[in-house]
Nanobody
Framework: QVQLVESGGGLVQPGGSLRLSCAAS????????MGWYRQAPGKQRELVAR???????TYADSVKGRFTISRNDVNNMMYLQMNSLKPDDTAVYYC?????????WGKGTLVTVSS
């Protein structure tokens, strides 16, 4: 059974940084696309960044130049380095793993950007 567990969320001031982690178990992530999504209160879940391997990643326009997605297939981990955080980045962040036609989700980690 595939499980994804996010960690690293918390309260940070505007302009600050956080690093989110996603630990996968039950399946190797090697060769599969993974992504970070977020959902702010009252809004739909949106894609933040998606990675196939460390040489190819895509980002939402709103986070380009501020966020960096990466993965370590040996340790079955994915990361999201978030810099220059803004109040609009406040949301629950979810880890996603695509295995063929199956899509797996973590339970999310809350990021709050506020002074």
């Amino acid at each position: 059974q595939v499980q994804l567990v996010e960690s690293g969320g918390g309260l940070v001031q505007p302009g600050g940084s956080l690093r989110l982690s996603c630990a996968a178990s039950g399946s190797s992530i090697s060769g599969y696309a993974m992504g970070w999504y977020r959902q702010a209160p009252g809004k739909q879940r949106e894609l933040v960044a998606r990675i196939i391997d460390n040489a190819y990643a895509t980002y939402a326009d709103s986070v380009k130049g501020r966020f960096t997605i990466s993965r370590n297939d040996v340790n079955n981990m994915m990361y999201l380095q978030m810099n220059s955080l803004k109040p609009d980045d406040t949301a629950v962040y979810y880890c996603n793993l695509e295995v063929g036609l199956m899509s797996y989700w973590g339970k999310g980690t809350l990021v709050t950007v506020s002074s």
